[in-house]
């Protein structure tokens, strides 16, 4: 009687815990798929081919022109193989990979040879020199718009200065000369100047606020404002940002209504001061995506990587969990993950792989790419065409998204983005 008893009541507290581990087993379901999922998984569902080709092409981009850059440091613009070496992380070369086997593929930009003791040495081509020439004077007619963005940047800071060693992971971005810290900084007194703080570490600080300049370049495409507004004020905006989804991307209509939403939202202009908006509020994300969204626009490519970023967040008032924001707004941005490193990308500035309005420094860089023999992988991307699976995954992982605040306790994804940053950041503070 006595055990008969307890197994009735074992039974049920069996259902009742039941009831309980399927609801766990629900919620740590819906988990698995959001926030949980490392970055990698995520951005790998939402591949688009397009610019997955103009990520390789801009990475082969980087490839030479950071081996350029490497001889043209040089005494006599030449250097030892073996002291190339030391460079293998910046140009993504493991071993056994030979240095001289990446060089000798672009025979029109590099030349091998022999010194008398038998040391191999590499040099750069006439017609290379020749491009390092054409550079500089494409990057001293850039000089005033440059000066424009960095001032720009300050100018959306929370303290209105920013250090030099961070600006400077921007300095291809933005098209600045390899002289940035050494000399360019000071030829813009008017603008901005170095000062030295607390911590031993050099800002530029904005020495004058251009009310010109705190308009977005949304504002000047959408409402046809200009510079010539000398007495605008920055405040709150309600301007929708262009959307570019793929072409097969077939079921964003689950969220047309999520969008318009979105899209009709106010949010505070990125040159406002934003210190008393909250974390984690709606309006401080579309804020963020506003920062975000002038920050591309400033850049050569209208694409950023990804972990340079995170190194402003505190300055700019930009979430925690950067990556997630973005990953949520496909139809403005695209992120590419290609190994360690993440490249965020405009997907209004792109038509396919191509930039729709490429500048000056753009141009050269292709004609560069256009001498290199140097190709890369050719890897075949999966995107949603490949499989129903990927594209519903995809829309999951967007649609509960969609619901979710920026305090959310699990911290794992930016935990796999963040140990990328401190090894990217040491990596760029040696080749910047």
């Known amino acids: 009687m006595f055990m008969a008893v307890r197994i009735a009541n074992s039974s049920k507290a069996l259902v009742s815990n039941g009831n309980r581990f399927v609801d766990l087993w629900s919620w740590l379901q819906i988990r698995s798929m959001t926030s949980s999922k490392r970055v990698q998984d995520r951005s790998r569902l939402k591949r688009v081919q397009a610019l997955e080709i103009a990520t390789e092409k801009w990475?082969?981009?980087y490839k030479v022109l950071f081996l350029i850059e490497t001889l043209?440091?040089?005494?006599?613009?030449?250097?030892?193989v073996r002291n190339l070496e030391q460079y293998r992380r910046q140009i993504n070369l493991p071993k056994p990979h030979k240095i001289t086997d990446f060089i000798r593929k672009s025979p029109k930009l590099f030349e091998l040879y022999k010194d008398q003791r038998g040391i191999l040495w590499c040099g750069m081509t006439k017609q290379a020199e020749d491009l390092m020439e054409e550079e500089e004077t494409i990057i001293e007619q850039h000089a005033d718009k440059a000066a424009e963005y960095v001032t720009r940047f300050l100018m959306m800071s929370v303290n209105k200065r920013l250090p030099v060693d961070k600006i400077a992971h921007f300095r291809r971005d933005f098209g600045l000369p390899i002289d940035f810290r050494a000399k360019w900084v000071n030829d813009y007194p008017e603008l901005f100047k170095l000062v030295k703080c607390e911590d031993e570490r050099e800002y530029l600080e904005l020495v004058s606020w251009n009310p010109a300049w705190a308009i977005t370049e949304l504002e000047k495409k959408l409402m046809g404002v200009t510079e010539s507004t000398a007495t605008h004020t920055p405040g709150l905006l309600s301007l929708p940002f262009p959307l570019k989804f793929p072409s097969n991307y077939k079921k964003m209509y689950r969220y047309g209504g999520k969008i318009d939403h979105f899209q009709k939202r106010s949010y505070l202009s990125p040159y406002a001061d934003a210190r008393e908006l909250k974390a984690g509020s709606l309006e401080f994300d579309k804020r963020a995506i506003a920062v975000m969204h002038e920050l591309l626009n400033f850049t050569m490519e209208k694409r950023l990587v990804t972990d340079h970023l995170t190194h402003f967040r505190r300055e700019l008032v930009m979430p925690q969990k950067l990556m997630r924001l973005l990953l949520k707004h496909i139809g403005i941005f695209y992120v590419s993950e290609r190994g360690k490193r993440f490249s965020v990308f405009l997907t209004e500035a792109y038509e396919g792989p191509e930039l729709i309005d490429k500048c000056p420094?753009?141009?050269?860089?292709?004609?560069?790419l256009s001498l290199a023999g140097y190709r890369g992988k050719r890897k075949r991307i999966k995107t949603f065409d490949d499989t129903s699976?990927?594209?519903d995954n995809s829309l999951a992982l967007a649609e509960y998204?969609?619901?979710?605040?920026?305090?959310?306790?699990?911290?794992?994804?930016?935990?796999?983005?963040?140990?990328?940053?401190?090894?990217m950041e040491t990596r760029d503070l040696v080749s910047g």
């Open 401 to 423: 998204d969609s619901e979710q605040d920026m305090e959310d306790t699990d911290n794992s994804e930016e935990a796999a983005l963040d140990a990328n940053t401190i090894e």
């Open 389 to 391: 699976e990927m594209e």
């Open 72 to 80: 043209k440091q040089e005494p006599e613009m030449i250097i030892p």
């Open 59 to 61: 990475k082969v981009a």
């Open 361 to 368: 420094l753009v141009l050269w860089k292709e004609k560069v």
